[in-house]
């Protein structure tokens, strides 16, 4: 299995509770809004502690993977992105969009998510190019595509949305608000 992008990973791997927080909490501290960090534990109890901290504290937990013995818990350092101005004037909502998956419009999903947050859920046969990658990775997207741009609240989209236009794409809808509220089909790891 290929790994999941992160920007920093804990090993907590035999360490009881409270530690496994202890040192996620610590290593949060580090990282920039928007990162995920990896925390690697043995201890079966941390994933309902780190859920439960991740919640509490304001942070996204994306998810956990097991492999052999070792727990994989994957988070996302809260950010501000929930209060930015949206001011990409094309918006749909997931209800449309949706409707346009079942109905089969020739469309493209774009997810601007992190890696990890992705590849824990998504909409099936999105393209995943993250916010941060977008500028490089542009030449991707065909500017002739009605495309569709989701994040998990509809802000990381907003700002994508306003860079596609700025570069000539013309059919540019926000999806809001996001994956953070999406009762369609999604895939994701496991399936």
Same mark, same amino acid.
């Given at each position: ?91 749909? +909502?997931?209800?449309?969009? $949706?409707?346009?998956? *079942?109905?089969?419009? @020739?469309? =493209? ?5 992190? #890696? ?44 994508? +949305?306003?860079?596609?236009? $700025?570069?000539?794409? *013309?059919?540019?809808? @926000?999806? =809001? ?5 999406? #009762? ?8």
């Amino acid at each position: 299995m290929n790994s999941l992008k992160t920007d920093l990973m804990v090993d907590a791997k035999g360490l009881a509770c409270p530690m496994p927080i202890v040192r996620t909490k610590k290593a949060m501290n580090e990282l920039e809004a928007g990162q995920v960090l990896e925390v690697q534990a043995t201890d079966k109890g941390s994933k309902a502690d780190i859920q439960a901290w991740a919640k509490s504290s304001g942070h996204q937990y994306l998810g956990t993977l097991e492999e052999a013995d070792v727990l994989m818990h994957y988070l996302r350092k809260a950010s501000n992105d929930e209060t930015i101005e949206k001011k990409h004037p094309h918006v749909t +909502s997931n209800e449309e969009l $949706e409707q346009k998956l *079942e109905a089969r419009k @020739n469309i =493209v999903v774009l997810d601007v998510r992190e #890696s990890a947050e992705y590849a824990f859920s998504h909409i099936p046969n999105a393209i995943s190019i993250p916010l941060g990658e977008l500028d490089e990775r542009v030449s991707e997207l065909d500017k002739e595509d009605e495309i569709y741009v989701v994040c998990r609240t509809g802000s990381r989209s907003d700002l994508a +949305s306003q860079k596609l236009t $700025e570069k000539g794409f *013309e059919k540019v809808n @926000n999806v =809001v608000p996001g994956m953070n509220e999406w #009762s369609g089909i999604t895939s994701n790891l496991t399936r």
